[in-house]
């Protein structure tokens, strides 16, 4: 069974720095696309990072310049480094992944969220 697990979230200051990482757990023939979305109370989900499997990069314009996204192909894991944090970063960050298990069709999967909490 595939999963997805995060970690890293916690509280800090604005301006404060938090990492987070996800890894890819189970049997799995290949990673595509994997990247980092987020959801503030009452609104919907939106992305934060995304990376291919080349190492492809697209940040939106609210996170671009402060958030960074990598991955470790070999150990099947992501990270976002979120830098110069800001109030309106606080949500609940999900890791997600176009994967390909071993006893599974193709999919798309979801980690099930870290909170990040930046204070003002």
């Known amino acids: 069974q595939v999963q997805l697990v995060e970690s890293g979230g916690g509280l800090v200051q604005a301006g404060g720095s938090l990492r987070l990482s996800c890894a890819a757990s189970?049997?799995?023939?290949?990673?595509?696309?994997m990247g980092w979305y987020r959801q503030a109370p009452g609104k919907q989900r939106e992305l934060v990072a995304r990376?291919?499997?080349?190492?492809?990069?697209f940040y939106p314009d609210s996170v671009k310049g402060r958030f960074t996204i990598s991955r470790d192909n070999a150990k099947n894991t992501v990270n976002l480094q979120m830098n110069d944090l800001k109030p309106e970063d606080t949500a609940v960050y999900y890791c997600?992944?176009?994967?390909?298990?071993?006893?599974?069709?193709?999919?798309?999967?979801w980690g099930q969220g870290t909170q990040v909490t930046v204070s003002s």
């Open positions: 997600n992944a176009d994967l390909w298990p071993l006893a599974s069709p193709k999919g798309n999967y």
């Open positions: 189970g049997t799995i023939v290949s990673i595509n696309a």
């Open positions: 990376i291919t499997s080349g190492g492809g990069t």
